[in-house]
């Protein structure tokens, strides 16, 4: 078959879970035998070269998010739009298209330009969100006509894929009247040897973006109760965004300047490194799609507190006591910390076999393959 995937991001030229699942999707792909098309925009100096893909982009834009890390709308038009330039000069060229579900433009982008045409289409749901959701994420008006245009996208979606039971019930509340492809997980298994031995002081790691939505401004004071118990220990928060100085404002306020470390985007080496020795990882996050870097923690043995949230799909990766444990609410991350770090080598240890567990059936080869499947069938019935 010949493949298309259309997503404005392409790893590891922009860095993030969708990145790296759509670029291990397109390698998945071509591994199985067919041709593979990488339909984003510009994001280099230098023409990409990946093995047996051929990447095109459609649109130029460099700067995707505003000053309070909020997609712009111009870009997300101009993507459209080339999407939609493209697949209209080339409907006889693809057997499929795989395209990401947010921003919902995109799909209406690719049904349109290829509206009566035999190709077979799979809108892939990396969240799927609440009216609510949109209208405090983008404003009054232009959060209720993407919640609009979402809804409408869901409808336009002849075949529909996600990655946790928590966006299937999320697509079907929100319109989807078919059976969406549950895909079994997103984990990619690699040959790393975990850390199982403490190491002192324990700290805690947190890794991502400073955007209002991962509520990285927490840890702080977080931290700081956890301290009652465990006095010696320290933290490193990773990443940079728009909430960072409400980050740094906290560190300040609580007088923890010489035990909380913000070095910002680091080096891979570096940061897996920082994973690795860390007690624990903590992702206080109202909303996520999967929550790749739980299981990247727990590969290595680090355990990992996640919050309870109704947008948070993350919870559903952590068996509390075992590789983990999920805190009620931001107010109890401190305890849910304490909890972790003074199970110690137990728990790093029931870590790392949760994952050898999970990792042998939940990986995101097998939902790439699983999509491929229906793509296939589906193309068969044309």
């Known amino acids: 078959m010949r493949i298309a995937i259309a997503y404005?991001?392409?790893f590891p030229w922009t860095k993030g879970g969708g990145e790296r699942q759509y670029r291990q999707f397109a390698e998945e792909f071509v591994a199985a035998g067919h041709e593979v098309t990488y339909l984003t925009r510009l994001q280099w100096d230098e023409e990409p070269v990946i093995e047996g893909i051929t990447v095109k982009a459609v649109s130029n834009d460099r700067e995707m998010y505003d000053a309070n890390g909020v997609r712009r709308l111009g870009p997300a038009l101009r993507y459209a739009a080339g999407l939609a330039k493209h697949l209209r000069a080339n409907r006889r060229r693809y057997d499929a298209v795989v395209v990401a579900?947010?921003?919902?433009?995109?799909?209406?982008?690719?049904?349109?330009?290829?509206?009566g045409s035999r190709t077979v289409v799979d809108v892939d749901w990396l969240e799927v969100w609440r009216a609510d959701q949109w209208r405090e994420y983008s404003g009054p008006v232009v959060g209720t006509v993407a919640s609009v245009l979402q809804w409408l996208g869901l409808k336009l979606s002849p075949l529909a894929s996600c990655h946790s039971r928590f966006s299937a019930r999320r697509l079907r509340a929100c319109g989807f009247r078919g059976e969406p492809i549950v895909s079994p997980g997103l984990i990619d298994p690699k040959e790393v040897e975990p850390t199982l031995a403490v190491t002192a002081p324990p700290r805690v790691v947190y890794v991502g973006r400073h955007i209002p939505d991962k509520r990285v401004e927490t840890l702080p004071a977080a931290i700081a109760e956890a301290r009652r118990q465990i006095p010696d220990l320290t933290a490193t928060i990773y990443g940079e965004g728009p909430s960072k100085p409400a980050v740094l404002a906290e560190?300040?306020?609580l007088g923890l300047r010489d035990v909380i470390d913000t070095p910002g985007f680091v080096s891979q080496e570096e940061l897996d490194e920082g994973i690795r020795t860390a007690a624990v990882l903590v992702n206080p996050s109202q909303r996520e799609g999967y929550g790749l870097v739980v299981?990247?923690?727990c590969a290595v043995g680090t355990p990992v507190v996640v919050v309870r949230a109704e947008d948070n799909a993350a919870v559903e990766l952590i068996e509390p006591g075992v590789n983990g444990y999920v805190a009620r609410s931001p107010a109890g991350i401190g305890a849910a910390i304490v909890d972790a770090v003074t199970a110690?080598?137990?728990?790093?240890?029931?870590t790392h076999d949760w994952y050898v567990r999970v990792s042998s059936t939940n990986t995101v080869q097998a939902a790439a393959r699983q999509i491929l499947e229906r793509l296939v069938k589906a193309a068969r019935l044309r």
Do not use: H, W
Not at 107 to 112: D, E, G, P, Q, S
Not at 344 to 350: H, V
């Open 344 to 350: 110690g080598e137990t728990m790093r240890k029931s």
């Open 251 to 253: 560190i300040d306020r």
């Open 101 to 115: 579900g947010q921003p919902s433009t995109n799909v209406l982008a690719v049904r349109a330009a290829l509206l």
């Open 295 to 297: 299981v990247e923690s």
């Open 8 to 10: 404005d991001f392409l």
